[in-house]
């Protein structure tokens, strides 16, 4: 048994930026507005007991969080969860290290809001999808896809395609807790190249002198 939370979404946080340009001779002023958006969904199970495994699930037209499921180390009651998205220029100021992926899809904050990582019994199991059309127009494998975790460095997560759809690839992948994430491409190792230096050869060469050629 456990319990099953229904997400909510919203605009989220917004960003105002105001730019101001005049002209000295018409005496004209123009007021440019940014806005910057960090959608929002939210999810809550009412109660929770201590082993029980809930499942966040989240509105797949709004996030590509599809679900999330955990199991509680201790009872819980109005277990609230939030998935955020991050830009790709935010994350920047958020976390120390870049992530060297070759291509990165999303970045997301997923951040309990009523409970803690210590409240979480073993890993938590995410849920997300990948849009085919991405996927074609950057050229990149459906199997190459990895979600990466942030700790003090960019973790690449254990992460498996669990199924399809005609727009959608499905994903699932096992987390210890939860922070900022990443869905994007594999990292692929840099294999040192072999070495191209030779190792010189030294030849010698006997000569005979003359006096020794009249001896002979």
């Not at 803690?116 to 127009?137: C, H, M, P, Q, Y």
């Amino acid at each position: 048994s456990g319990g099953y939370g229904l997400g909510s979404y919203c605009a989220g946080e917004v960003t105002t930026t105001t730019t101001t340009s005049s002209s000295s001779s018409s005496g004209i002023s123009s007021i440019t507005v940014v806005h910057t958006y960090n959608p929002t969904t939210t999810a809550t199970i009412s109660n929770l007991k201590a082993g029980e495994t809930g499942t966040f699930t989240f509105d797949g037209d709004k996030s590509l969080i599809i679900s999330i499921a955990l199991a509680a180390n201790n009872d819980m009651s109005n277990v609230k969860l939030d998935v955020k998205d991050i830009t790709k220029d935010q994350i920047s100021s958020l976390v120390t290290t870049k992530l060297e992926a070759n291509k990165i899809y999303k970045y997301y904050q997923i951040q309990p809001v009523t409970f803690t990582n210590s409240n979480i019994k073993g890993e938590a199991v995410v849920k997300f999808d990948v849009e085919r059309a991405w996927l074609s127009n950057n050229n990149v494998n459906q199997n190459d896809i990895v979600l990466y975790k942030f700790t003090d460095k960019w973790e690449p997560l254990t992460t498996v395609v669990i199924g399809d759809n005609t727009n959608r690839v499905h994903y699932s992948a096992s987390t210890p807790g939860f922070s900022y994430f990443a869905i994007g491409t594999k990292i692929i190792a840099q294999v040192a190249a072999p070495s191209t230096e030779t190792t010189p050869v030294t030849t010698t060469t006997e000569t005979t002198s003359s006096a020794e050629k009249s001896q002979a």
